[in-house]
């Protein structure tokens, strides 16, 4: 079944960019799903980011779309989430997953990014 | 923004019994657009069930979901000691395009 591992710096600072990426393995990125990213707040619960397709089409959620970038390499199966003008309020557990039917069916096992000087 | 209220925010109950878990949207939702999640502590959410009622991959059938509308519910029949965790209900199609439930924590009472 599909494998999905994020990974990324644990610490960023305020008004830097957060990136992480999501390396998909026991499939391929190119089948024509849409691939997330959802965040989770320590303690709170769960904030959809946006999503990307293989031909690198994206939509984002209105609230974080002036900050986020998504990026897709086919080539090493894997995308990318890039969060800019990071504050205390972005510190979360990150989240990548595949989209299936109008639902996420695949969960990466998540990063917590934590915001701080 | 499409909003998910779910209810109650904690359940108590015991092994055995059956949990009912609520989740109403701020405007109607497809049918097809509604899913439920499982999370434990520490762990990514688990898909549950897809489109209201489909069972995802794996999960025994104890596991039911029903509604339409604004309305949906998250059945779980004879509680096992690995079903105590938060749920969330999940709705497609608004704006923003995904939109998450604040969770139902359902603990052993």
């Known amino acids: 079944q599909v494998q999905l591992q994020e990974s990324g710096p644990g610490l960023v600072k305020p008004s830097e960019t957060l990136s992480l990426t999501c390396a998909v393995s026991?499939?391929?990125?190119?089948?024509?799903?849409?691939w997330s990213w959802v965040r989770q707040p320590p303690g709170t619960g769960l904030e959809w980011i946006g999503e990307?397709?293989?031909?690198?089409?994206?939509t984002y959620n209105p609230s974080l779309k002036s900050r986020v970038t998504m990026s897709i390499d086919k080539s090493k199966n894997q995308f990318s989430l890039n969060l800019a003008s990071v504050t205390a309020a972005d510190t979360a557990v990150y989240y990548c997953?595949?989209?299936?039917?109008?639902?996420?069916?695949?969960w990466g096992q998540g990063t917590l990014v934590t915001v701080s000087s | 923004e499409a909003v998910l209220t779910q209810s109650p925010g904690t359940l108590s109950l015991s092994p055995g019994e059956r949990a009912t878990l609520s989740c109403r949207a701020s405007?109607?939702?497809?049918?097809?657009?509604l899913a439920w999640y499982q999370q434990k502590a520490g762990q990514a959410p688990r898909l549950l069930i897809y489109?209201?009622?489909s069972r995802a991959t794996g999960i025994p059938d104890r596991f039911s979901g029903s509604g339409s509308g604004t309305d949906f519910t998250l059945t779980i029949t004879r509680l096992e000691p690995e079903d105590f965790a938060v749920y969330y209900c999940?709705?497609?199609?608004?704006?923003?395009?995904?939109?998450f439930g604040q969770g139902t924590k359902l603990e052993i009472k």
């Open positions: 489109a209201t009622s």
């Open positions: 997953a595949r989209n299936g039917y109008f639902s996420a069916d695949y």
């Open positions: 990307i397709v293989h031909s690198g089409s994206t």
């Open positions: 999940q709705q497609y199609g608004g704006s923003p395009l995904y939109t």
């Open positions: 026991s499939g391929s990125i190119s089948s024509g799903h849409w």
């Open positions: 405007q109607s939702v497809s049918t097809n657009y």
